[in-house]
């Protein structure tokens, strides 16, 4: 920062003026972007222009998985310690933002982190709530190497304001029928755990989705993919599905890859010269 600052003579004294904290709001928030979150959180220290910034960034990233080696054990006394220090600092950044009299815009949060025990889930439950009272868009969970899989909470399901969903190491066991994503536009889930009837429940209450990827989630054996007049990619891999099902009038981009599948019904699909298609050991018939 003292490489930016320019030093003017008046009555003989130096005064110092920062220029960059002078910059718009957005620019200083854009220059945030291209930093991790830890570092973004100690610009507040500059100033309390900065500390204004900071408590309105709305790009929000937190990697426990970063600060901690594969190489150490979990249960290896400095590794307690990081993680108990990775939890003191998300909770002060939440609880810092949660203290601003108008709850500040989320644009993005990203959230890679090990459920270990209950302790650990309801940790999680409170920051996601607080994300998603805040408007979140993009709302990106990574749960693997847990000790237990994370139940999504409900109100996940039914943001209006949520763009992008990614899931990774959950599971989804509500079998409510009100889920309402309105806005979502891509929807990615890795390694979720669910049922056939919650996953119809997803696609029926996403009437807006573009980009659709299902891998590797187990519990799904039939999978219908109809309604969705907007969707124009699809993936669809390693899920053990028995049945697939697909309506999907305005499709460029479709790959599946599935094992066991005894039935593929893809109805017809919009003609157009950039539909590209990928089946891999599919095993079953085509109707």
């Given at each position: ?45 500059l ?14 990233k ?21 993680r ?15 203290r ?32 998603v ?37 959950c599971?989804?066991?509500s ?8 806005s ?41 993919i109809?309604g ?13 599905l ?7 009038p305005?499709?460029?981009d479709?790959c599946i ?5 005894s039935e ?23 109707v």
């Amino acid at each position: 920062m003292d490489s930016k600052r320019k030093k003017f003579t008046v009555d003989d004294d130096d005064v110092v003026v920062d220029r960059i904290s002078e910059l718009p709001e957005d620019v200083l928030q854009h220059i945030l972007s291209f930093l991790p979150t830890k570092q973004v959180f100690q610009s507040t220290l500059l100033s309390t222009r900065w500390k204004h910034v900071w408590t309105t960034f709305p790009i929000l990233k937190f990697d426990e998985t970063s600060m901690l080696r594969s190489s150490e054990n979990k249960n290896d006394p400095e590794v307690k310690i990081k993680r108990r220090n990775f939890y003191k600092f998300l909770n002060k950044c939440i609880r810092l933002r949660s203290r601003q009299s108008q709850r500040p815009h989320i644009k993005n949060f990203t959230l890679m982190d090990s459920v270990q025990n209950h302790k650990s889930k309801s940790r999680v439950d409170r920051w996601i709530g607080f994300v998603v009272e805040s408007n979140v868009e993009e709302l990106i969970l990574f749960f693997g190497g847990s000790r237990i899989r994370y139940p999504l909470p409900h109100s996940v399901l039914v943001a209006k304001s949520l763009t992008v969903l990614t899931l990774h190491s959950c599971k989804l066991d509500s079998i409510r029928s009100d889920i309402n994503l309105p806005s979502l536009k891509r929807l990615s889930l890795l390694s979720v755990h669910a049922d056939n009837q919650i996953i119809q429940n997803l696609i029926f209450g996403c009437p807006m989705i573009e980009d659709m990827g299902i891998s590797c989630c187990r519990g799904i054996k039939c999978l219908k993919i109809f309604g969705l007049p907007k969707v124009m990619k699809i993936l669809v891999q390693n899920n053990h599905l028995d049945r697939l099902e697909l309506e999907a009038p305005n499709l460029r981009d479709l790959c599946i890859i599935e094992g066991r599948l005894s039935e593929l019904n893809l109805l017809p699909l919009k003609k157009s010269k950039n539909v590209t298609s990928k089946y891999t050991k599919c095993n079953g018939k085509v109707v």
